[in-house]
C-alpha cells in the first residue's frame, strides 16, 4: 500500500493567464470567481485535492502586478506570503512569445527560492500552433529554476492529469489536513460573495468592476422550507458607478441578480431568494480601515 502524501501547492502568476481557471477545473467545482478583467481574485483561496494517494492544498493567489492602493498591496502581500507557505511553487504563464517585464521580475523573485521545487505551467496551448510551443519551452527552460515544464489547456483540461502526477511524485508522506469531502476551506457565504461579484465583473463596464465589492447581510436557510434568503450589497467607490450597477429601471442589477440566483441555487441545491442592494463606499480601496472591513485581512 502507499504511503499516503500532502502537502501546499502555491499557485502565482500575472493576472488573466488562467490560475483559478485551472483550479476550478481540477477541483470540479467554481470556487475562484473568474473573468477576463484584472484583478478578479483578491486573496488566497484553498483548493483541496483528495484521492486515495494524497491530499493537495492548492493555494489560488491574486495576480502579480505593481500595486496601485491599500487593495493592491493587500493582494500582493497574499501572493507573495504563498510562496513562504508552500511546499512547492506552480508558476503559471500564457504562451506569449516573449517573457514580459513583469514576468520578469516575478522571476527574479522565485530564484530566491532555493530551497522550493518550482514547476511551470505554461497555460492556453490550445490557442498556438505547437511548432510555436517549443520556443516558447525553450526560453523558459533557459532560466534554469523550474523542475518541471508542463504545457496545458486549463480551458481543456489538457495536461493537468500530467501535473497533477508530477505534484505527488514531489510530495512528502503526510497527514490530511481537511476531510476528504473538503474542496476548500471557505464558507458558503464567501463563495456566495464570490459569485454575486463575478456576475458584476462579468457584465459591468471596464471602469466599474475594480472598485466592486460584495457583503453579505443575511444568509440564511428557512426553518419551514428548503430555501435560503440572501441580502447582499455591491459597493462601488462612486455615484456614477452605483448608476451604472443599477442601470436603467433596474436593468442591470437585475441582470446581475438573475444570473447570481441561478448559480447560488446550484451551489446550495436549493432555492434562493436573493435580494441585491447598491451602496457607494468612496475610494474604498485606498483606505486601510475599508480594505479591512470588506474582509481583505
Not at 51 to 78: R, Y
Not at 143 to 164: L, Q, R, W
Not at 183 to 190: I, L, N, Y
Request: aromatic letters at 8%.
Amino acid at each position: 500500500m502507499k504511503e499516503f502524501k500532502s502537502g501546499y501547492v502555491s499557485i502565482v502568476g500575472r493576472a488573466n493567464v488562467g490560475k483559478s481557471t485551472m483550479l476550478n477545473s481540477l477541483i470540479g467545482q467554481k470556487i475562484s470567481a473568474i473573468s477576463n478583467k484584472a484583478q478578479t481574485t483578491r486573496e488566497k483561496i484553498s483548493f483541496i485535492y483528495t484521492d486515495k494517494d494524497c491530499q493537495i492544498v492548492f493555494l489560488d493567489t491574486p495576480g502579480i502586478q505593481k500595486p496601485k492602493n491599500k487593495l493592491g498591496n493587500f493582494m500582493l502581500n497574499e501572493s507573495l506570503s504563498s510562496l513562504s507557505e508552500a511546499d512547492i511553487i506552480t508558476y503559471i504563464v500564457d504562451t506569449s512569445k516573449k517573457i514580459g517585464k513583469l514576468d520578469s521580475s516575478i522571476i527574479d523573485t522565485l530564484k530566491k527560492l532555493k530551497d522550493k521545487k518550482i514547476i511551470l505551467l505554461i497555460n492556453k496551448i490550445d490557442l498556438i500552433a505547437k511548432e510555436e510551443l517549443f520556443p516558447i519551452i525553450e526560453a523558459y527552460d533557459k532560466i534554469g529554476i523550474f523542475s518541471h515544464i508542463i504545457p496545458i489547456s486549463a480551458m481543456k483540461n489538457d495536461g493537468v492529469d500530467e501535473y497533477i502526477e508530477v505534484i505527488k511524485e514531489n510530495l512528502s508522506p503526510g497527514p490530511m489536513f481537511y476531510p476528504e469531502d473538503y474542496v476548500t476551506d471557505k464558507s458558503e457565504k464567501f463563495l456566495a460573495e464570490e459569485i454575486i461579484r463575478e456576475k458584476g465583473l462579468r457584465f459591468l463596464q471596464e471602469e466599474v468592476p475594480h472598485g466592486l465589492a460584495v457583503g453579505i447581510e443575511k444568509f440564511k436557510m428557512r426553518s419551514d422550507k428548503e430555501i435560503y434568503d440572501i441580502d447582499a450589497v455591491i459597493y462601488v467607490e462612486r455615484d456614477s458607478h452605483k448608476a451604472i450597477v443599477i442601470g436603467k429601471g433596474g436593468s442591470m442589477l437585475k441582470k446581475i441578480g438573475t444570473s447570481a440566483r441561478r448559480e447560488l441555487e446550484n451551489m446550495l441545491d436549493s432555492k434562493v431568494n436573493l435580494k441585491l442592494w447598491v451602496k457607494v463606499s468612496k475610494n474604498w480601496r485606498d483606505n486601510d480601515n475599508k480594505v479591512r472591513g470588506f474582509g481583505y485581512k
